[in-house]
């Protein structure tokens, strides 16, 4: 179910896929996706909820998995990925596409689906896997991944991430 904003603005080479299964997606008030961001439904039952006035840049990638919740006032840069779900592959007999996908991910422990807070800055190229909790005012560099949680106002970058300081 797509409920989205009116007040929300969907650049038309944007691309938002309706669950099949049932999952929400949600765009609130004010929000900016831009053209070429990909929103599918895929990987879990998971809903997807975006705060407001959020902007979201050209090419970035989320697929709702076991759930999304970002913030208000979040500012996501371009061609990221947010992938809170992980594709079975345990089994040598079965190719992995034939596996599906598993909940939660036997990858990351802990918490399933992703949070980002308010405020929070995502550079160009990041990844956020399943389990991130990013906290209100977090800055994220470019081309880091992300899983587990980020403290408030915490200023990250790479892979490994790893905490460089904090805003003031």
Request: net charge neutral.
């Amino acid at each position: 179910m797509l409920i989205i904003s009116p007040t929300a603005k969907i650049s038309k080479l944007a691309d938002i896929e309706d669950s099949i299964k049932g999952s929400k997606i949600i765009i609130g008030d004010g929000v900016i996706i831009d053209s070429f961001v990909k929103i599918k439904p895929a990987g879990g039952l998971g809903d997807l909820e975006i705060g407001a006035n959020t902007v979201i840049n050209p090419g970035v990638a989320i697929y709702t998995g076991n759930g999304i919740s970002i913030g208000c006032n979040v500012l996501i840069a371009a061609n990221c990925v947010f992938s809170p779900t992980s594709h079975e592959f345990r089994s040598r007999d079965r190719l992995i596409r034939d596996q599906g996908f598993v909940s939660p991910s036997p990858l990351f422990v802990g918490r399933s689906g992703i949070v980002i807070e308010d405020d929070v800055w995502i550079g160009a190229n990041s990844v956020i896997l399943e389990g991130a909790y990013v906290h209100r005012g977090a800055v994220i560099s470019a081309g880091s991944i992300v899983k587990g949680t980020l403290e408030e106002y915490g200023i990250y970058s790479g892979s490994p991430l790893k905490c460089f300081g904090y805003r003031r």
